[in-house]
């Protein structure tokens, strides 16, 4: 049975996305406008919550996006995208797959609704500038290990610079990559010559012509949240 992805363009769904383009696997791809739970109310019927993703293999149903980089690493990539509970780095890829999410993108979702997503008159700029220092001295941390490390951890790619990356490719849209440090830029720009990476940016704007929708990714929306 082929997998299905329900997507927004470079929202937090590029993370399954991704991973299925590195892995090589089958999928269909669902690519709606953002936000879905406003601007495609049918997708309230797949996912109640209205957020993106939401991603079917048969009877697995799952809607968080690191939760289905690490399902599709471990079933479908052992000791390759994954790393074994019994290999010394397993502690390490468990953190920076979970670092992506909730110490990176965390605020970024922050930094774009109060400088974007909200109307003019209940944005706060204050709010923004607060979280995108948050963002940047986090973000920072990795800088030491990316100074003599290809990837970040297992010496080896891995969902865990998938969950990382995604982070890295919002704030890029955000406008914060002339402030990324040299060894993170450079890191940066390894992860975009992945052909797994250039193959799923290809495959979410082919979908998004071919299904009807504006090809902008979530950083250009100007609809609230």
């Known amino acids: 049975m082929t997998m299905t992805l329900y997507h927004c363009l470079s929202a937090r769904s590029f993370r399954p996305l991704w991973m299925l383009e590195e892995l ?47 399902y599709l690493a471990a079933r479908y990539s052992p000791r390759q995208l994954d790393v074994g509970s019994d290999e010394p780095a397993f502690g390490a890829y468990l953190n920076f797959l979970h670092f992506g999410e909730a110490t990176l993108t965390f605020p970024q979702t922050l930094i774009l609704r109060y400088s974007r997503f909200e109307p003019p008159e209940r944005r706060l700029p204050q709010a923004a500038d607060d979280y995108t220092r948050w963002f940047l001295s986090r973000l920072r941390t990795l800088e030491p290990l ?7 951890c297992a010496a080896r790619f891995t969902a865990a610079d998938v969950s990382v990356g995604y982070a890295l490719l919002l704030a890029d849209d955000i406008g914060l990559r002339d402030r ?41 929306a100007s609809a609230p949240f």
């Not at 990316?146 to 970040?152: G, I, S, V």
């Open 24 to 70: 090589g696997l089958p999928y269909e791809l669902k690519v709606l406008p953002f936000p879905p739970r406003r601007e495609a109310e049918p997708y309230l019927a797949v996912n109640p919550l209205g957020t993106i993703p939401a991603f079917f293999d048969g009877d697995t149903r799952l809607t968080e996006s690191v939760a289905i980089c690490q």
């Open 146 to 152: 990316l100074e003599h490390e290809e990837y970040l």
């Open 180 to 220: 990324f440090k040299p060894a993170t830029l450079a890191y940066w720009q390894r992860l975009q010559a992945r052909d797994g990476f250039r193959r799923a940016l290809a495959a979410q704007q082919r979908a998004a012509v071919e299904q009807g929708v504006a090809p902008q990714s979530v950083a250009q």
